[in-house]
């Protein structure tokens, strides 16, 4: 029996092998889970749902795009019957600190980072309010627990995740709603990549754990927070990061 057996999930920025919503959506799959993948990357994000199987498929979606959120939703309550599970995961980094980040830039970060967690939340509120379950996880960063001069956008988008995460939780506790913080440091993925090439030092050196994390250990506890082991957590900001925010 698998742990997200009869559940519908939909996960956001899941197109990208190797990238946590796609390691996520692989092992949903494998609980049991029917999952529905979305991203703006089409043709990838088609790839990895045909390899994961029959229990996957891929919508476009623009998480900064009201209207395409309802649209995707509801386009799965139609062809599903529910939706469980709503993991937001799209996320965009930028580098460079106050000085060196133009208000485009920030607005960019923000409208993808933290307007796409706030209306994807809208989205499925209604829906699994009725239905008297669910569980909504939100994927910041330790960026989102303390701060970092070189990546400002970022760290002020992923801490909005924090409290948005913490509001969300109180409104939709009496319906039987849960909503989670998840918080990954350095993650081997493909928006990491510049920290592994040729010639730079060992990124896992500078963690106390001396290793970076991968993305499967995030959707082991991206999985648990969807499953019913966790139907008392709510409201947790949890952080995968080797210590680094101890």
């Known amino acids: 029996m698998g742990r997200l057996d009869g559940k519908v999930a939909l996960i956001t920025g899941a197109a990208l092998d190797r990238g946590q919503g796609a390691c996520e959506a692989r092992l949903f799959a494998r ?11 089409r043709d990838a994000g088609r790839a990895t749902a045909a390899a994961i199987g029959e229990r996957a498929s891929y919508r476009d979606l623009d998480v900064t795009d009201a209207a395409a959120w309802s649209a995707v939703v509801a386009e799965t309550i139609e062809r599903h019957g529910r939706i469980d599970v709503l993991v937001n995961n799209a996320g965009v980094w930028h580098t460079g600190g106050i000085l060196d980040t133009t208000p485009e830039d920030y607005r960019r970060v923000v409208e993808i980072n933290q307007t796409g967690v706030f209306l994807g939340m809208r989205a499925v509120a209604p829906f699994m309010r009725d239905q008297g379950s669910g569980s909504i996880v939100n994927i910041s960063s330790a960026a989102g627990l303390r701060g970092d001069p070189a990546i400002h956008a970022y760290v002020a988008s992923k801490w909005a995740v924090r409290g948005m995460t913490k509001a969300a939780a109180l409104e939709l506790a009496p319906f039987g709603v849960r909503v989670n913080s998840v918080h990954p440091g350095l993650i081997q993925t493909p928006m990491s990549a510049t ?5 730079k030092p060992d990124p896992g050196a500078r963690i106390p754990m001396r290793r970076v994390g991968q993305p499967e250990e995030v959707a082991e506890l ?20 080797g210590a680094v925010t101890v």
């Open 31 to 41: 609980e049991g889970a029917t999952v529905v993948l979305t991203d703006v990357q």
């Open 195 to 199: 920290e592994f090439e040729p010639g």
């Open 222 to 241: 991206v999985c648990f927070l969807a499953s019913d082991a966790s139907a008392y957590i709510t409201g947790a900001e949890i952080a995968i990061d």
